[in-house]
């Protein structure tokens, strides 16, 4: 088993090097960590240069520019294939995601062909989210199962696991249409439209310990326009 963690940056210095130590941790001698970094002006880049070039096991993707969760996420995963990852994980480098549970997740992906860290399943929590948030998250997850019919109870969770079969039936990724943060919805969609087998295992998703937060107002409007442009559209 080779995985590599995908882990996305864009002005985490305060979170870079503890995540890149908690995360190769947890990591079997084969596998490895890929960053990419959207030239975070306060100086991430930098910082993950450093580490590489301490520790073999970790690499970093220089983007010149910022386009979006998704757009990142689709460059690390072509590059982790090229790497010769067995599985690919896709994680944030704030915390909210817990290292730790990178192993309960690779053993859940030995009968799936991808697993997600579920918030609402049993056992899956929230913590430090205000009531507001929770609802959006919550109640939009239900929406989006329904008219969907996607079998995950938490649609847009952005902690997974993917085979390397599951990612390669993508071909060159060029069906991905979503840019920002409803590509973990359309991942979902299409993965189970193609008939791969999806799990979750719960999680305990924890605010950031440092740095902002990049969500926005807008994510629910995106993730609403692509909910019916995967049902409706073409």
């Given amino acids: 088993m080779k995985p590599i963690v995908v882990i996305p940056t ?7 090097a503890a995540m890149a130590a908690a ?12 960053f990419l970094d959207d030239n975070s002006p306060d100086g991430t880049g930098e910082i993950l240069d450093g580490l590489c070039a301490q520790e073999p096991r970790l690499a970093v993707m220089h983007r010149q520019k910022k386009e979006g969760l998704g757009r990142a996420y689709v460059a690390g995963f072509a590059k982790a294939l090229e ?17 730790a549970d990178l192993k309960r997740m690779f053993a859940a992906i030995e009968t799936a ?18 009531f507001k948030r929770w609802f959006i998250s919550y109640f939009g997850g239900r929406f989006i199962r329904l008219v969907l019919g996607t079998p995950v109870m938490d649609p847009t969770g952005g902690f ?3 085979t390397r079969a599951a990612l390669e039936s993508l071909g060159d990724f060029s069906l991905i249409r979503s ?7 359309e991942m979902n969609y299409r993965m189970w ?10 999680i305990t998703f924890t605010e950031r310990r440092a740095g902002t ?12 326009k692509m909910v019916f442009k995967l049902r409706f559209g073409k």
């Fill in 10 to 16: 864009y002005n985490e210095k305060e979170n870079a």
């Fill in 23 to 34: 995360v190769l941790a947890q990591l079997p001698p084969e596998g490895r960590l890929l």
């Fill in 83 to 99: 790497m010769g990852a067995t599985h690919v994980v896709e994680m944030d480098c704030d915390f909210s995601h817990d290292p």
């Fill in 113 to 130: 062909d991808v697993v997600i860290g579920s918030r609402y399943v049993k056992g899956g929590k929230c913590v430090g989210w205000p």
């Fill in 160 to 162: 997974k696991c993917f």
């Fill in 179 to 185: 840019f920002g943060y409803s590509f973990q919805m």
């Fill in 193 to 202: 439209k193609m008939g791969l087998r999806l799990a979750e295992i719960p």
């Fill in 213 to 224: 937060s990049k969500i926005s107002g807008s994510i629910a409007t995106e993730t609403l």
